[in-house]
T-cell receptor, first 115, second 112 residues
Framework: GAVVSQHPSRVICKSGTSVKIECRSL??????MFWYRQFPKQSLMLMAT?????????EQGVEKDKFLINHASLTLSTLTVTSAHPEDSSFYIC???????????FGAGSRLTVL | DAKTTQPTSMDCAEGRAANLPCNHS???????VYWYRQIHSQGPQYIIH???NNETNEMASLIITEDRKSSTLILPHATLRDTAVYYC?????????????FGGGTRLMVKP
């Protein structure tokens, strides 16, 4: 079945630094990938839709200059958290779907801790 | 996407069937019922989906009422590894560009 891989699974960084999270579709091509964020004891919230070869679409309240998304190929989307602060500490999850397959596949998630 | 209502939490004894209900009274004719689950600190995992007929796969069964206003996910023999948050989502079938919107889900605790 379709597999989505995320890297790193855990990352700890200092406040003010930038962190890049990769999301790869391993056995299929994904023209669209989705980035979610999940705070403790809360549900997943969509941050942005990543479109291959074009700009990402951000949900209301998500700063596009802070959360940079690049979808340079049909199998890779990256999320860069720029100038991270402790409030950005969260669980970031990407997902992608095979067109016509009716389901979305999710990565295992990346836990970001900003000190 | 149609709104869904699920109980916040449920307990189930290990080895027994876990029946997780979901109400979706505003479901449209072309919307499917999807179930995903999220085990602690992992990404969501697809379980099953259906339109109006009951569905079964290796993980679970999905029972949809005739009026389609509610459904039940059944884990026939729950194990401790089934402890997770279960999300019922009602929406049109996925195609490129359509995301999933998650509600609060049901936190299922399987106890020995």
């Amino acid at each position: 079945g379709a597999v989505v891989s995320q890297h790193p699974s855990r990352v700890i960084c200092k406040s003010g630094t930038s962190v890049k999270i990769e999301c790869r579709s391993l056995d299929f091509q994904a023209t669209t990938m989705f980035w979610y964020r999940q705070f403790p004891k809360q549900s997943l919230m969509l941050m942005a839709t990543s479109n291959e070869g074009s700009k990402a679409t951000y949900e209301q309240g998500v700063e596009k200059d802070k959360f940079l998304i690049n979808h340079a190929s049909l199998t890779l989307s990256t999320l860069t958290v720029t100038s991270a602060h402790p409030e950005d500490s969260s669980f970031y999850i990407c997902s992608a779907g095979v067109a016509g397959a009716n389901v979305l596949t999710f990565g295992a998630g990346s836990r970001l801790t900003v000190l | 996407d149609a709104k869904t209502t699920q109980p916040t939490s449920m307990d189930c004894a290990e080895g027994r069937a876990a029946n997780l209900p979901c109400n979706h009274s505003t479901i449209s004719g072309n919307e499917y019922v999807y179930w995903y689950r999220q085990i602690h600190s992992q990404g969501p995992q697809y379980i099953i989906h259906g339109l109006k007929n009951n569905e079964t796969n290796e993980m679970a069964s999905l029972i949809i009422t005739e009026d389609r206003k509610s459904s039940t996910l059944i884990l026939p023999h729950a194990t401790l590894r089934d402890t997770a948050v279960y999300y019922c989502i009602v929406r049109v079938p996925y195609n490129a560009g359509n995301m999933l919107t998650f509600g609060g889900g049901t936190r299922l605790m399987v106890k020995p």
